[in-house]
């Protein structure tokens, strides 16, 4: 083993795919030699399976890197990055694999590229264990416009589960070359409440249904909370049948919460037999979860913003709804590959609670 090589054991944590895309990020935009061991081996299928291939695939594209171990089922990784570069790249996972957790691997490089990129990533848009991309456009990118990050995402074509056939593409015609510090530990007064329920390759109603239910249960859930004044506004979206360009079937809504200091979302996917009612109520039951806690970072963007704010140019503070081992992962995978940072609990520390960071930033610079 050279001695520059950094080893990562894919197995601690919650021993899956997060290990693999944090490290390879990091590793790319740090320029680190690393060797990832036991991939996903805490997973029914370890190993690399289409949608990690094609995120390693992509860092690589971007990072210039050299990699071993890349075939399906893989449970080790070399990866040694020679420079990050712009420029047009496509990616196509060639099934219905996320797309949004590629774009995980890829969207801590994207500050530090020496000119404009464009990403297209072809595959599941909205599928189960993943960011549905209504998420990442209308929650996760907020959260990094803070970080004086700017990113478009532009949702091609819709792909659900099993047949996939989604795109989206991701433009940063300016990459700021640095991160700024942020201030995210409470989420101050609730604004107003948006979203989008949509269905594809489904009759109008499936969407509508879906819409009323999750409406309904915001309008209780933030009664009792005290917020019975919130606006709500729940966008639907559906094609007609013969006009229908996803191959489908699918549906699925996303709710967020626009509120004084940050954004925080709610989602929940359709699935055969699940009751349109269900699929609101669930979204908006997750987004109410996090809101009832006053943290300004709901359970998905307190474990996504970890790397950002370590590669940030000073001390960013972090409140989470919830400490997720995908959280408590990230944090462990950072301590390993950028040392010179320092991630302290300033509330909480236990496991599916709320908690606090301290984030000392290593002051990136392009």
């Not at 950094?6 to 899956?16: A, K, N, P, T």
């Not at 790249?89 to 490089?109: E, H, K, N, R």
């Not at 072809?122 to 990094?144: A, C, E, K, N």
């Not at 009664?223 to 729940?234: E, F």
Request: hydrophobic share 40%.
């Amino acid at each position: 083993m050279p001695s520059n090589e950094i080893v990562i054991d894919g197995s601690m944590g919650e021993g899956g795919g997060q290990i693999l895309r944090t490290t390879l990020a990091l590793a790319a935009v740090l320029g680190k030699r690393v060797k990832i061991i036991n991939i996903r081996a805490k997973r029914p299928k370890p190993g690399l399976q289409r949608q990690h291939l094609t995120a390693v695939k992509a860092v690589a594209a971007i990072s210039n890197a050299k990699v071993e171990g890349l075939y399906l089922g893989s449970t080790t990784l070399i990866f040694e990055p020679r420079g990050l570069r712009g420029g047009d790249f496509y990616f196509d996972i060639g099934t219905a694999g996320s797309v949004t957790l590629v774009l995980q691997a890829l969207l801590p490089l994207l500050p530090f590229v020496p000119n404009p990129i464009r990403v297209r990533v072809r595959g599941g848009t909205d599928v189960p264990w993943s960011p549905p991309i209504d998420y990442v456009r209308h929650v996760l990118s907020r959260l990094l416009e803070r970080f004086g990050f700017t990113v478009t995402v532009v949702l091609k074509r819709r792909g659900h589960y099993p047949r996939g056939g989604g795109e989206i593409e991701v433009t940063i015609e300016t990459p700021p070359g640095r991160l700024k510090p942020v201030e995210l530990v409470d989420r101050g007064e609730v604004k107003a409440i948006e979203g989008i329920s949509h269905c594809v390759k489904l009759p109008k109603h499936v969407a509508e249904r879906q819409a009323r239910a999750a409406t309904q249960t915001l309008e209780e859930g933030l009664r009792k909370l005290g917020m019975s004044n919130v606006p709500i506004n729940i966008e639907l979206e559906w094609y007609e049948r013969n006009r229908d360009p996803h191959l489908g079937p699918g549906s699925g809504v996303v709710v967020w919460a626009l509120c004084e200091n940050s954004v925080l979302g709610g989602d929940s996917l359709g699935a055969k037999g699940k009751p349109a009612e269900t699929v609101g109520k669930e979204a908006a039951q997750n987004l109410l979860e996090d809101l009832a806690t006053g943290k300004a970072l709901d359970k998905h963007a307190s474990d996504m913003l970890i790397p950002f704010a370590a590669l940030a140019d000073g001390t960013s503070m972090l409140g989470g709804a919830r400490l997720t081992l995908h959280a408590y992962t990230n944090i462990e995978v950072v301590k390993k590959l950028v040392p010179e940072a320092s991630i302290e609990f300033v509330e909480g520390g236990e496991l599916e609670k709320p908690f606090t960071i301290r984030v000392k930033g290593i002051g990136l610079t392009l």
